[in-house]
């Protein structure tokens, strides 16, 4: 990072949650929702002798965005590799479950998600499917009245049940170090071979799931460099938009039928597929 910039145009990517969560705020508009206070911990983690964490790695607060009420989340990537277990995911839950509930009550309010996780903890296994499952729910509910907005950024990246819940989004943002799929790399290798996936191979890793690559696939809707301005500039570009007119999880049969013109046998190459997407993406648009 470059000692010169201002704090407004310094990193994201090296901000904790609750700092990102601020930052995409009103200033002074701030506040948390079940903050470390509150004192909610997984209740499985110390049963396997892994140290908690009062906030369980995620982030709830409400505040404005432009002066429009929004409920943001932020998963803390450096704790548990930002996977999700019963309390955090309800947390995320319960503040989109919040935003429903005020736009039924006529309150309009959005959603931003910060995402930086692996997925699903699992040392939580079902109970942390449940809760992506609610997310997930809460997403579809909300998205009728308000745009929910989704940031991945890195390091850590956007995979397993929340990169769906990504998917569910209005819009996606994402940086050049963020990442999205449904499996990482190292999960990936481990199935199909070093040969087939080299997880440590970074440049080939950022090429196939890398934010601009989904970005010039048509797969997210914005490609922003890692600074404070850029994430608030676009967070609030996209609320302003308001809720699109097709969501991209109804694109689905344009990209199925996409895809059933790719011959598997064959080797495809990466730019070949990247058309695909985009052909697939274009002829719901």
Same mark, same amino acid.
């Given at each position: 990072?470059?000692s010169?910039?201002?704090?407004?145009?310094?990193?994201?990517?090296?901000?904790?949650a609750?700092?990102?969560?601020?930052?995409?705020l009103?200033?002074?508009?701030?506040?948390?929702?079940i903050?470390?206070?509150?004192?909610i911990?997984?209740?499985?983690?110390?049963?396997q002798?892994?140290?908690?964490?009062f906030?369980d790695?995620?982030?709830?607060?409400?505040?404005?965005?432009?002066?429009?009420?929004?409920?943001?989340?932020?998963?803390e990537?450096?704790?548990?590799?930002?996977?999700l277990?019963?309390?955090?995911?309800?947390k995320?839950?319960?503040?989109?479950?919040?935003?429903?509930?005020?736009?039924?009550?006529?309150?309009p #309010? /959005?959603?931003?998600?910060? =995402?930086?996780?692996?997925?699903?903890?699992?040392? $939580?296994?079902? @109970? &942390? *499917?449940?809760?992506?499952?609610?997310?997930?729910?809460?997403?579809v509910?909300?998205r009728?009245?308000?745009?929910?907005?989704?940031?991945?950024?890195?390091?850590?990246?956007c995979?397993?049940? #929340? /990169?769906?819940?990504?998917? =569910?989004?209005?819009?996606?943002?994402?940086?050049? $170090?963020?990442? @999205? &799929? *449904?499996?990482?790399p190292?999960?990936i290798?481990?199935?199909?071979?070093?040969?087939?996936?080299n997880a440590?191979?970074?440049?080939?890793?950022?090429?196939?799931i890398?934010?601009?690559?989904?970005f010039?696939?048509?797969?997210?809707?914005?490609?922003i460099?890692?600074?404070?301005?850029?994430?608030?500039e676009a967070v609030?570009?996209?609320?302003?938009?308001?809720?699109?007119?097709?969501?991209?999880?109804e694109?689905?049969?344009d990209?199925?039928?996409?895809?059933?013109?790719?011959?598997?046998?064959?080797?495809?190459?990466?730019h070949?597929?990247?058309?695909?997407?985009?052909?697939?993406?274009?002829?719901?648009?």
């Amino acid at each position: 990072m470059n000692s010169t910039m201002t704090t407004k145009d310094s990193s994201f990517i090296e901000q904790s949650a609750r700092q990102r969560v601020k930052n995409v705020l009103d200033e002074g508009t701030m506040r948390e929702l079940i903050s470390p206070f509150d004192r909610i911990t997984s209740p499985w983690l110390a049963k396997q002798g892994i140290v908690s964490q009062f906030d369980d790695g995620v982030v709830i607060a409400r505040g404005t965005i432009n002066g429009e009420q929004t409920v943001v989340a932020a998963i803390e990537g450096s704790f548990q590799g930002g996977s999700l277990g019963e309390v955090s995911g309800a947390k995320i839950a319960g503040a989109l479950e919040l935003a429903v509930e005020e736009n039924e009550n006529g309150n309009p #309010m /959005s959603a931003v998600l910060i =995402l930086e996780t692996g997925g699903v903890r699992l040392q $939580e296994a079902n @109970l &942390g *499917l449940a809760a992506i499952a609610e997310i997930q729910s809460a997403i579809v509910a909300l998205r009728r009245y308000r745009p929910v907005v989704a940031l991945v950024t890195g390091p850590v990246g956007c995979f397993g049940g #929340m /990169s769906i819940s990504a998917a =569910l989004c209005s819009y996606i943002i994402m940086t050049r $170090e963020g990442r @999205l &799929g *449904l499996n990482g790399p190292l999960v990936i290798e481990q199935e199909a071979g070093i040969a087939e996936y080299n997880a440590s191979d970074r440049p080939f890793i950022w090429s196939v799931i890398g934010g601009k690559q989904r970005f010039e696939s048509g797969l997210v809707d914005s490609y922003i460099s890692d600074s404070q301005s850029s994430a608030r500039e676009a967070v609030e570009q996209y609320l302003n938009q308001g809720v699109p007119t097709i969501h991209r999880s109804e694109k689905y049969s344009d990209l199925l039928e996409a895809f059933l013109r790719l011959d598997t046998q064959d080797h495809i190459a990466p730019h070949d597929a990247q058309q695909v997407l985009l052909e697939g993406v274009a002829s719901h648009e």
